[in-house]
């Protein structure tokens, strides 16, 4: 195993580690090479937050800050990145920075584990918002902090510390000094033989594929990190997508959205949500904030998983995926991508390139429904899209996408073909119901037994036809108390 040499800017200055191998994760770095314990290792597959840091890169004349999930990052991935940890935002003087002073002062911890985390997404808040002059808002608190759990605190207390850092005195970093450094440092060069590669160019990516077709492919690590910290496997070699400056592109064009294969989750969503708002509640609980931060939304697919959220999402909206290698590009359907449980059509010198996702059409009406144990950070034991389309009172057009229920995401196909043509109506909508169960085999695990996801299915169908008939009160998202209180 080729082992390399990590750099990057922590509290102002230049940390090189040399010697670090290519699965190792950024968790293990901090703790067990630099002694930065304050960040904690719970959960090891991104879900509790304990681990969170905060990483920056250059953004036109500032920088972007992301808080992330160390303990299923790999650490290479943050060469030539600036990072902090709950140890680096305090003053020399050891003034608290206003996220860790709010959160005193708002009594928001107890035993403690959780609030490093905690601590870092409020600080990555505050650098995104605060600094920025925008007030943070409940709503924007608990969206922006829906990747951290506390099991003892509750969370009123960190909420409304989220809403009082701006009270405290302002704490400026001087991010144009800091994005020169950043952008100062060479570039890693390409190393043939090296164990993890982070290649800056589609040529350069294309070419390692094809050199070392047996290396895992990374975007952001969030399944494949949790390969390394719960199946306690190996990677000998890693090609990392993340920096590929083709594949970080979201274009507009000839009636598409063209979202590169290295798009982070939470900025796909973004462009998604720009086009569709109704998505809006679906792409934040899609996953936590760091998770989104981290993983991309080409990862997702091009990972498979039949429980994975986009790709029902994706397939209802038509989307065609676009594969690269050095004999050329591809395109094909995204429903036909898949083969069979996490099995795909990609050759072994192939990368997902990009997504295109044609763009919304007058009288689209599109739902994408996440049904899951936790309605914040959490993985779906159904998840259902359906985008329709009527001429009238008769649907034009119907695209369904499935998931959690067939061995990899699908098409329904039969759903589809009971309300193609048909005048949509609440009879209509059950014969679609009928066919969902009729089509779908799901297995019972350990999120939820066949039998429900089955009746999820023809639920999902009803609430579908509530909401195209203007019903209001028929789900989480649009609930409001004071609408049905006496």
Known sequence: ????????????????????PPDRTLLQVLREDLGACGTKEGCGEGDCGACTVVVAEPAGAGLRYRAINSCIRLAHSVDGLALWTVEDIAADNGALHPAQEALVQSHGSQCGFCTPGFVMSLFAMYQTHVVAGRPVTRDLAQADLSGNLCRCTGYRPILEAAQRMADFPAVRMDDAALAARLQALPPRAPEPAAGYQLPNTLAELLEARRAHPEAQLVAGCTDAGLWVTKQHRRFERVLDVTRVAELRRLD????????????????????????????????????????????????????????????????????????ASARGERSLALE?????????????????????????????????????????????????????????????????????????????????AAIQAQAWSQATAQAAARALRAQFQPISDMRASAAYR???LDGLMHRFWLETQGGTNVNLEGLRLESIAP
């Not at 082992?3 to 010697?19: A, D, H, K, P």
């Not at 507009?252 to 939470?266: C, F, K, Q, R, Y």
């Not at 038509?318 to 594969?323: A, S």
């Open 252 to 323: 507009t064009a000839d009636g598409h959205l063209a979202i590169g294969a290295a798009v982070p989750l939470v900025d796909a969503f973004t462009a998604l949500v720009a086009q569709r708002p109704a998505l809006a509640a679906f792409a934040e609980r899609f996953a936590g904030l760091p998770v989104r931060n981290s993983g991309t939304l080409g990862g997702n697919v091009a990972n498979g998983s039949p429980i994975g959220d986009s790709m029902p999402l994706l397939i209802a909206l038509g989307t065609r995926i676009v594969l």
């Open 336 to 416: 036909d991508f898949y083969t069979g449980y996490r099995q795909t059509v990609l050759a072994a010198d192939e990368v997902v390139a990009r997504l295109l996702v044609p763009s919304p059409e007058p009288g689209e009406f599109l739902r994408a429904y996440k049904v899951s144990k936790r309605y914040d950070d959490d993985i779906s034991a159904v998840c259902l899209a359906i985008g329709l389309h009527r001429d009238g009172p008769t649907v034009s057009r119907v695209r369904i996408g499935a998931g959690g229920v067939a061995a990899t995401p699908a098409r329904a196909h039969k759903a589809e």
């Open 1 to 20: 195993m080729e082992t390399q040499t990590i750099r990057f800017i922590r509290r102002g200055e230049l940390v090189t580690l040399g010697n670090v």
């Open 454 to 456: 089955r009746e999820v």
